[in-house]
């Protein structure tokens, strides 16, 4: 049986990072979960977001997978590291792919990132950034409205469009040339949040970094999948399944079958 990347978002954030591990990797089987009951969990304390993440990886380990992808940058933030101290394979975050494409992309070394409340507090996007570029500015901004629309689907709404150049006003005075979209959900708004910061501006998604990142780890251990067969994608929600197939289908243009997953009552907080 071949085995799985496993990737986890709070949401359908993380189907960003599907798509372009499919289509960098197509011969990969993934396992997808996302937590959409309990999302968003930018606002959630941070004990909390690493309970719900534990509580996932357990869940996903079931299947045996070869790796497993945290594409939440919420999640990356808080967890990342006490999840890989406990597992004996791979564990991928989203950030650090994220800071090293905009440092390669930014020309003026002034980077902007947005993210929820919970990445932007734990200053995890300026550490990374910092720690490879020393002289590199970083202006945050927490932008908690986004994740909602994104999960209703919302993606080309007036009333979304509305929302996002009132939300980012005051990032676009600032003279950054590159922008992290420090969420894995936002590249679905990617087009409305590029018309507001303007054709200056580069948007930065860490979906394609960190499919480049999980490809070269899986190549170093020799874990590559060779079968030459078209694999069978399997997609977990806790959440609405109606609702999440919606979403996945639009945006991975391809059919999928979701299984929900009904976490025990104390859980849900």
């Known amino acids: 049986m071949q085995q799985a990347i496993a990737i986890l978002d709070s949401g359908v954030g993380g189907l960003t990072v599907v798509k372009e591990v499919m289509r960098q ?18 606002p959630r ?5 690493l309970i719900f993440t534990r509580q996932i990886v357990d869940y996903l380990l079931q299947f045996h997978p070869k790796m497993i992808v945290i594409a939440c940058n919420t999640a990356t933030a808080v967890a990342l590291e006490e999840i890989r101290s406990r597992l004996p394979i791979p564990v991928v975050g989203v950030i650090h792919p994220g800071a090293r494409a905009a440092i390669k992309t930014s020309r003026n070394l002034r980077v902007g990132v947005i993210g929820t409340e919970g990445t932007i507090k734990s200053r995890a996007y300026e550490y990374a950034l910092r720690q490879i570029s020393p002289q590199i500015q970083v202006i945050c901004q927490a932008c908690p409205s986004f994740v909602p629309l994104v999960e209703q689907g919302l993606f080309h709404a007036e009333e979304t469009r509305k929302v996002v150049a009132d939300t980012l006003s005051e990032l676009r005075k600032k003279p950054i040339d590159c922008l992290i979209l420090g969420c894995t959900h936002y590249p679905f708004l990617s087009d409305i949040i590029s018309q507001v910061m303007g054709p200056n501006v580069t948007l930065i998604s860490s979906a394609d970094e960190t499919a480049r990142e999980i490809s070269t780890i899986l190549y170093h251990k020799g874990k590559l999948a060779t079968t030459g067969t078209v694999p069978v994608h399997q997609f977990f929600c806790s959440g609405d399944p109606v609702l999440f197939r919606k979403i996945a289908q639009s945006w991975l243009n391809e059919h999928i079958k979701v299984t929900p997953v009904v976490w025990q009552v104390p859980n849900i907080i």
């Open 25 to 42: 990797l197509p011969q990969e089987k993934i396992i997808y979960f996302g937590d959409t009951a309990r999302t968003p969990y930018g």
């Open 45 to 49: 304390p941070a004990e909390e977001v």
